[in-house]
């Protein structure tokens, strides 16, 4: 059934009848109120200082108007409903609501929890900072092999003992490459974060000494040890710690917990859904940009769906339609120098580039491509490479040359030396595939001005102009 659209001139009582806390109601779709409130934030958000083409509230209005329209089409065809666009949109909005359910206290629990299973974890040796010199020595080596690295080792030392710098020493002789180039620094290690014996090794060290040479699993080391400490106190660490937890998702682990608690609590009534949609409603009923951005983005996808099924995929997947298209406006499409439509190819064989143009005289153009790859490029040989394009003068050297004779002969290639083009120079497009991006853009705008038509034709629409006068001026 078709209904009108309506346009009130004159101040028109109902929307301000309707109006709730000074809010009144500056326009009415489909029956639905759209409050001054929710216009002003949609305005302001798409006519800021850095929006190039601004619009004033008169111009705005019938952009807002098809917007709100096209949500319309899209809840009575219940794409509200779709499990993909209900996981999207409970996703944005969870991320602007839980950090609303997180407290200061809450947050400062999980911090000081963390820090102390940090601190536990480290234990009562605390910290150390070593730099090591490794010579590797492979498992089941050979005595001669043992013998050679633990000579190494020691020379090592008995140059550390006669005052050679240990940071140079691990530069040059550390085969631990990926510490060698910082001067053997392992930088902070607690105790279980790397082999016994090397841990036993440096906790028993004081700082600024250096080890004998001693072996692990993995070969024969000198520690230097740069220095020693405990964890530093909570109240120091806390700004880092905090940080180091907000990366990987604090607010969200204390909000999920906190909405977890408050579903458990109700005995059963609520999902932890429920209570994310009832935190929603409380927040959006005391912030209105909070609740007009939830919206925007619901509206948004929306409207995403709805273009997407009745203008943006039906225009391009219309072939008939942007044929039509094109043929009815040829001549609004022109280009500033010719094109070269067809294909370039390159032979092993000169003898092929007649048996390819012969060829492709008895085929489509649209077959070409697999034709040619079918009839000279069976299993592994290949006689010929190809390539097909609507092609402009610098795309392809070849047809540069070959067609739009440029003085500049391209080498051969070496395995393919003899080069030919197929192909139509046109000096306008021919057909709509030829401009594929600038006919579909403009058959889309067409489509999308025919949606607009039927969706005014079937929705009421209802402004009240004496409202829309007080924008931004109340």
Not at 186 to 192: K, Q, V
Not at 421 to 436: A, H, I, N, S
Request: hydrophobic share 35%; net charge positive; with cysteine.
């Amino acid at each position: 059934m078709k209904k009108s659209f309506l346009l009130c001139c004159s101040l028109c009582l109902a929307g301000w009848a309707q109006a709730q806390g000074g809010d009144p109601v500056v326009m009415r779709i489909n029956g639905k109120d759209v409050p001054r409130s929710e216009f002003e934030y949609n305005f302001n958000k798409n006519n800021g200082e850095n929006v190039v083409d601004r619009k004033t509230v008169d111009e705005y209005v019938d952009l807002f108007v098809n917007y709100k329209l096209k949500v319309e089409a899209a809840l009575d065809a219940r794409y509200d409903t779709l499990s993909s666009f209900k996981k999207e949109f409970q996703s944005y909005r969870d991320q602007q609501i839980r950090p609303y359910f997180v407290t200061d206290s809450a947050e400062e629990k999980e911090i000081k929890a963390y820090y102390n299973q940090v601190k536990a974890s480290i234990g009562p040796d605390g910290l150390a900072y070593p730099a090591h010199i490794m010579v590797l020595l492979p498992q089941k080596a050979s005595a001669e092999a043992q013998a050679k690295a633990k000579a190494r080792i020691d020379s090592i030392y008995t140059a550390l003992k006669q005052g050679a710098d240990f940071a140079d020493l691990a530069r040059q002789c550390s085969d631990d490459k990926g510490t060698a180039g910082r001067g053997g620094e392992l930088g902070w290690i607690a105790r279980r974060q790397t082999l016994k014996v090397f841990e036993d090794t440096v906790f028993a060290m004081q700082k600024g000494t250096y080890s004998q040479p001693f072996e692990s699993e993995v070969g024969y080391h000198i520690v230097f040890l740069k220095d020693k400490k405990q964890l530093e106190p909570y109240g120091e660490l806390k700004p880092q710690l905090k940080r180091f937890l907000e990366q990987r998702g604090l607010k969200n682990r204390i909000a999920a917990m906190v909405a977890d608690s408050l579903a458990k609590a109700s005995g059963g009534r609520l999902t932890v859904e429920d209570v994310m949609e009832q935190k929603t409603r409380e927040l959006c009923a005391k912030d209105n940009d909070l609740k007009y951005l939830i919206q925007e983005y619901h509206d948004g996808l929306l409207l995403y769906e709805i273009s997407t099924k009745e203008v943006w995929d039906k225009a391009a997947k219309d072939t008939a339609g942007l044929e039509a298209y094109f043929k009815e406006h040829k001549s609004e499409y022109k280009w500033d120098a010719p094109r070269y439509r067809g294909v370039v190819y390159h032979c092993v064989d000169k003898g092929l580039v007649k048996d390819v143009r012969k060829l492709l005289k008895s085929v489509d153009e649209d077959k070409w491509i697999d034709t040619l790859r079918a009839s000279f490029n069976q299993d592994s040989v290949k006689q010929i490479r190809v390539e097909k394009n609507l092609f402009k003068k610098g795309d392809n050297a070849y047809v540069d040359y070959l067609v739009f004779k440029e003085k500049k002969k391209p080498e051969p290639l070496k395995k393919y030396p003899y080069t030919a083009v197929y192909g139509k120079k046109l000096k306008k497009p021919g057909e709509w595939t030829d401009v594929r991006g600038e006919v579909i853009s403009d058959y889309q705008t067409v489509c999308e001005d025919e949606f607009v038509r039927k969706l005014r034709e079937t929705y009421t629409v209802e402004i009240y102009k004496d409202v829309l006068n007080t924008v931004n001026k109340h």
